[in-house]
């Protein structure tokens, strides 16, 4: 159910009381009495109360009472509803206005029965005689009070002027007065005249239309269900017209449950009639789940897998095997799923064991699957012991693992060491690999320090390294200098190597400075390399210049190669008209070349015209080349149609050759014919020719049928290249 239905029906019932019409008196004036000044409502002058209060304190409210009338608090504690409603009647109509206020606030404050009806009594009478005194009071009035004056007041204005009225609610400061407001007029004018507020609800500002469109149909549906379906229906598909059915549906819901079914069934299917059955559902679920069962199965469209899950958690609650039982003959998909492990959840809350014993009983499934976990993760909670006992009779397995992992992680709160014992003894593999580094994290948060003491403790191999990896990770985030200084005295070993891949990048992101200076320190291998490219990247978005004079004080090799590479990376992704200014200063070489590739492709994934543009004012070379292949490569990818534009304003030669190449190869799978077109337009022969037959080979062992129809048509290719190329699709 939505947030608008969900407020229509809150207001929907609030106003049934307004609305009825039985409770109170038409009002026979708006007019309010003369000489009337507002005051503070609910504080009396010492005289009017009777009380003995000093000058300038709060006085204490008085109490009403009419000449000759039973007590009002003798009225409100009337246990006979009929006799104590003539009591309030009569008392309310004994009341002068200016005594409102008192009586309004003894009637809030009162534990009695009839406390609601006196105050709604109390307030709609103070709205008829004296409506913008009424409303002077609401604004100063504590919240119950504010709304039982601010329904009664709108409900009696909308009756006399409705666009006055509906000027008045707009001008009130809050959100939550202007919806009070709303509600108590529209649902009063619906019930009349509910074209006059829908034409009314036009005019409100975005954040209360849609309400008002709801409210209005609330009230009409009360009144001339046949027009206001009709009218909802006629509306233009969309948010407002779902609205608009949902609040008939909700008013029907209310007024006549049974009905329901059949209007929900003559609408058009869609999301309002899907709210419609989701009611129709909810009405019975509470009351026959099994005839919410029965419901659901006739619905003609699929219905949302909520409908279920609403069906199955009622029908928990009172007999949990039959329940089970139709879950289990349910179609295999989201709906059986949802519906089965709602049930075994609160099956097994109550009656683990019984729980248990039907979970078994199912025929091996993800469901059955999915279940057992519901049943054992509850007694994992409740029952550790008899969680492990069982757990331990399952065969190998991830319903196995599962459970010993959770049964480890609830352990490892209060005793890590007993809970890593638990999974050496019962799990192998990948289940007992990730058990332990969720075990490891969890002591991290505890007690790093003795983590990592029992770490460096175990026996070398996978496991050590693992939980050593997971436990280092942890500790980055949590007290990064410790974790660096550990690391720094750690031993040189394989386990050493492999936990400085998996906390570079977080080293270096949190302490640049000193990543760079360990990583130079390394002796050459993977361990050094990566935490190079760690440092260089995070280096390269802070200050790339800077970045590169690093570098450049690495010895030659892949590790300052990737740094370079990764530098310029950073650097053209947030500033390529300064990375590309740079690039054009650095002397001619390897390095030179790699930062205009790295410029290129980046700068072109965010604005390849610029990208294309800088290339072009490159002077001639295989760097010109492969730059123009980078843009090209990625323009192609983002937009192949301006592509093929600038490519084919570029002039011949060398470089524009190599940027069709990768232009014709990026777009090969997706338009293998227009890739053929472009390669054949490269200006040298025997790169031409083999080019374009790669290209055609590829196309063969992807499509050989289209890709034969194309050889066959070509006027380029030579009889005995076409056969070769033939053969291939054969």
Sequence with gaps: MNAWLALLLLAAGLAVGFGTGYLVPKPASLAAPSGTTPQSPFVSTSAEAGSSASPGEPASPAVVKSAGSPDFASILADPDREHRLRGLLGYVDSLSTDQFPAALKQAQEGNADGTGEAMELIAERWASQDPQGALAAASQSPQQIRYQLLSAVFQTLATKDPDSAFAQALALPSQQDRLSALSAMTSRLARTDPARVLALAQTLPPSLKPFAISQAYAGWASKDLAAATQSAL???????????????????????????????????????????QQMIVNILSQNNPQAAAEYLATLNSPANFGNYNQVAAQWAQTDPKAAMDWAQKLPSGQSRMFALSTIVSQWAQRDPKAALDAVQAMPPSQARSNALQNVLGGLVQNDPQAAQNLAASLPPGQDRNNVF??????????????????IDKNLTGQGHDNAVQNIAAQWMQSDPQAAIAYGQAMPAGEGRTSFLRTALVNWFQTD???????????????SKSQVLQNVAYSWAQNDPASAADYASSLPPGNARNQMIGAVAVQMGQQDPQKALAWAGQLAEGDAKTNAFINIFNQWANTDPASAAQYVATMPDGSAKLNALGSVA???????????????????DSDQKGNALANVARAWAQNDPTKASSWLAQLPAGAPRDRAVTAFSETILNDDPEDALKWAESIGTPAQRDGFTQNLLIRWMQND?????????????????????????AH
């Excluded at 550990?486 to 394989?494: F, V």
């Design 234 to 276: 006629q509306m233009v598909p969309g948010p407002s017209r779902n609205n608009a059915i949902q609040s008939i549906a909700s008013t029907l819901a209310n007024k006549d449950p049974d009905s329901l079914k059949d209007w929900v069934a003559q609408l058009p299917p869609g999301p309002a009639q899907m709210s419609g």
């Design 405 to 422: 992992s959770n049964l480890a992680g609830q352990m490892a709160q209060t005793d890590p060491k007993a809970a890593l014992d638990l």
């Design 480 to 494: 990064t200098h410790a974790a660096i200084d550990y690391l720094k005295q750690m031993p040189d070993d394989p």
């Design 601 to 619: 492709n980046n700068w072109a994934q965010n604005d390849p015209a610029a990208a294309a543009q800088w290339v072009a004012s490159l002077p």
């Design 704 to 728: 050989p049928a289209s890709a034969s129809s194309y050889v066959q048509a070509s006027t380029t290719l030579t009889d005995d290249q076409k056969a070769r190329l033939l053969k291939l």
